[in-house]
């Protein structure tokens, strides 16, 4: 939590100029679900700001366990071809410091309300045992994760969206390397 704010004074620094609107929605409340894992996030942009803050909580999986997160992160809008690209901070249950970085565009060239979303995240320690959310999963006590997404947003409330996320080869995941998330999202 001690770079949360040197970070973003960075970012809001280096984002001084204005760009046009790319048109996605941020606030958003998300419902996810991987195999017995559900994730309930709500995100939302600080008003008249590009600063966005969120909280998450995950339940489910092979043990019950249950825990939530702060994501605070910066907009940069349209930085190029109408992508967004939206740099971050997640704090863990109070524990674990994870950096993330994320790339949004619509993708109405391939079809009308198509959304497309990439990122990575990772942890500033090397020897991280906390899990935390992306995308709508949990990473299992992975270093890092990267992920892809692919939206159809409904109409201006509503979207679903697939998910792959793909945590580092250190990860401790016995499901597999990689999940397959499927979301709900409602704009508000």
Known sequence: MKHTLPLLALVAAASAQTAPAS??????????????QNTVAVQGVVKDTNFLIGISTTNGNQTDYRYGQIDLGYIFKNVTNGIDA???IIQVNGEATVYSLTLRRQW??????????????????SDSTQDWIVAGTATCQAESASFV???????????????????????????????TVFSVRAAY
């Open 86 to 88: 939206t740099v971050g």
């Open 108 to 125: 109405n060239e391939a079809y009308q309300g198509l959304e497309i979303s990439a990122g990575y995240t990772g942890t500033l320690a």
């Open 23 to 36: 048109g996605l929605n941020y606030d958003l409340v998300t419902i996810s679900r991987h195999q017995r």
């Open 149 to 179: 997404q692919l939206a159809y947003n409904y109409n201006k409330t509503l979207s679903f969206s697939v998910g792959l996320v793909k945590p580092d080869n250190n990860a401790n995941d016995s499901d597999g390397d990689r999940a």
